[in-house]
């Protein structure tokens, strides 16, 4: 049985050679976000919450590792509490973005004809609308939070994984193993499902790699928008909301260190999304 | 590189940008605290071709009957005038009309300024003044002004240039209030031409002032040109650009760099920043406004309980606010109403009770009333950067006394709509506000606490109370009236429908190319951009 498997571990992508370091280095950082949004309680210093008005603006240092911001809260506990909406929102992105995705890709792939056609339309006419111009619309509609723009956004990201999708599964089924299985009577669910998705899987998962990177960014210019996630939440783009008004009183820190946390981590799911891609096409 | 990815390199180094650009510094020392309240800025030394000022929102419209914020206002001041004038030291002086007589305590007779044109050229009469008076009695209009008017029974027309309000009941404030927007004229004529267009881009404006209504570039600017046939002091400059710039830093930069030349209400955290940028005069004038927490509903929920109230207040770090975010023109004050609102009878003016915070106390009052662990929701907007800090610390607050809280943040227009519709208030316990007063008089605001007001949001309902009200507005002597008012302030003070936070300094900007223009809140219904010239 001819299988297409390609799984390209962790350990294999972080491997030597050229760009191998940078890499290792996106990895540590989603790593290092992971724990922090899953451990926050623990290692975060102070409560993210904790009023404390009399060290507002307050410079890194003492108290304070990273400062504190206007209502003199702890910026480093904020900043870890972050990584929660930070990652939360991007993995329903690619998750909701990523079934819908693979559903429409697959069933134009598989059916072609008027469905290919039909669906290959609708994915255009997805297209044609920018991402964060339907999360507007949707906030406009319906009040700000996390949920709107995420389902929202979800939405706008599925043509990115439909086409990519049907185009590889399209090549998949002119090779003999897809013919074979048919011969020997498997059923279309089965085949798309067991065989064919499996081997199309990694192209898929280098895909949604970069979208999660893609749909942070969005989120969080959203929350900055005051769109998103709302204050007094910690999120990273409600935070650089938040501390506009403190650049002017002379405090980078309330915008520069959700701003560097979100720079960090787009940088690191587009470097180890881009490496998963080159991978897979070397292929 | 991908393009994501550059936008987010992108976004890093507009914040670097923004931080180095827009960075504080705060290198020139600030004034002593209480010292430099003046209401003016130097005499101009000559007339200015234009100048620009900067607001923070675009006024939705500019029908007098329906101006009743800062940003129309701040406009409006300039294009329409009222019988009587507030002046900068919020005084009041004849107006549009030369002469008010108080006949009796329910007459009062305006005689009408002769020789007054508006801007289409036709000259004033009493007719005007009693179609405009009457627009805000008349239920279809729909005036945001009513309860200024809900005591009169009549505006008629008694000669040729005479104009008699009769009451129901006297109502000293009143012939306050004609100083502000209640008491503005505009021309019958084009009233009823215009229609509901009246006060829009579309339908213009048609009034007295010594500016008319220019172009306006709806969500862009508004543009005033000088109006020759202006009855008084011919206005110094030749046309005023407002322009609007809702984002705090923006708006300071547009200062800084010179693009405005000026503007009232500077957010606290831009003061440093203007002051050490070299660009021109941070001014601090008398002001009646005052930060304030509205409790949203006193009849029902956890802040029902008055020892609730009053531990919340005494909880709340008022001295921090001041200085996280109130800024050094602003105090801490443990009274709703303003002190500058008693300037005009200062021998009545209560003393201030002295600000403390007791955390201790707060817990005992709360356990008292059974109300640990019971949740109260704090609605916060975007509308002032203060508002968040504000939120945040009643939340610290609360939660150190024992209560739940939750700080709900609101779109700007939902913030707004916290004013007016008794729905959009369900679910919420408090919202910040800075409430300002339209006449120099602390009536004005404990009024408004009378049962059935349409700004007593949370229901306060005393009998006592509502009939010291009413003696206070029958009092005409201005000194006996405040006597009065303190009664009610004390009462308020301790029952606290609002939780009182702090009293806030008129603050503004004058770039150097300008002077002359009033620091006071005057500048609402004051015609305050006809005083400003060229300061050099």
Partial sequence: METFAVRPGLRRLGGRGRGGGLLRAALAVIALLVLAAALAPLIAPADPDAVDLSAALAGPGGDHLLGADASGRD???RVIYGARTGLLGPLGVVAISTVLGVLVGLTAAWHGGWVDTALSRSMEL?????????????????????IGPMITLAVAYTPFVGRLVRGVARGEMGRPYIAAYRAL?????????????????????AQSTINFGYALLDLAGLAFLGLGVQPPAADWGAMINEGQSAVLQGALGPILVPGLAIVLSVIAFNIVGESLADRVSRR | MSLRLR????????????????????GTAAPPPGGGLSSGTPEPKGDIDAFTWVSYAEPPTLDYVHAFDYPQNMVLSNVCESLMRWTPDLKEEPGLAEKAVQRDPRTLVYTIRKGVRFHSGAEMTADDVVASLNRHLDEKVGSYWVSSFRNVQSITKTGP????????????????EMG???GTVVSAASLKARGRAFGTADGGLDCTGPFKLGTWTKGQSIQLDRFDGYWGDRARSGKVTFTFVPDTAARTNALVTGEADGGYMIPAASVARLRSSGAGTVYAGPNLTTANLIVSDLNAGTLADVRVRQALSLAIDR?????????????????PGPVQAWRNAADARPAAPAVRRDVEAARRLVAEAGAQGRKIVIATSNAAPEFPVISNAVQAAAKEIGLAAEVRTVAPDAYTALFSDPEARKGIDLFPTFWYLSATDPLELYGLFQTGQFENYGGFSDPAYDKLVDAAEGEFDRVERARLTAKLQESVATRLPWIPLADLDNVMFLGKRITGAPTSISYLYYPWAADIGAAG
């Avoid at chain 1, 279309?188 to 998962?205: E, S, Y």
């Avoid at chain 2, 936008?7 to 705060?26: K, R």
Wanted: aromatic fraction near 6%.
């Fill in chain 1, 126 to 146: 997805v297209f044609a609308f920018p991402g964060l111009l339907l999360a507007i619309l949707v906030v406009a509609m319906y009040g700000p939070g996390q």
């Fill in chain 2, 319 to 335: 001295q921090g606010l001041v200085k996280a975010a109130l800024g050094e023109h602003s105090a801490p004050t443990l009274v």
């Fill in chain 2, 180 to 182: 502000a927007s209640p």
């Fill in chain 2, 7 to 26: 936008t987010a390199l992108a976004v890093l180094t507009l914040a670097v940008t923004v931080a180095a650009c827009g960075g504080g510094g705060g």
């Fill in chain 1, 185 to 205: 009577g498997f059923g279309g669910l089965a085949i798309c499902l067991r065989h064919l998705l499996p081997n199309i899987a990694p192209v898929i998962l």
């Fill in chain 1, 75 to 77: 910026l480093l506990s």
């Fill in chain 2, 161 to 176: 240039m005479e104009v008699t309000v009769r009451f129901r009941r006297p109502d000293a404030l009143f012939a306050l």
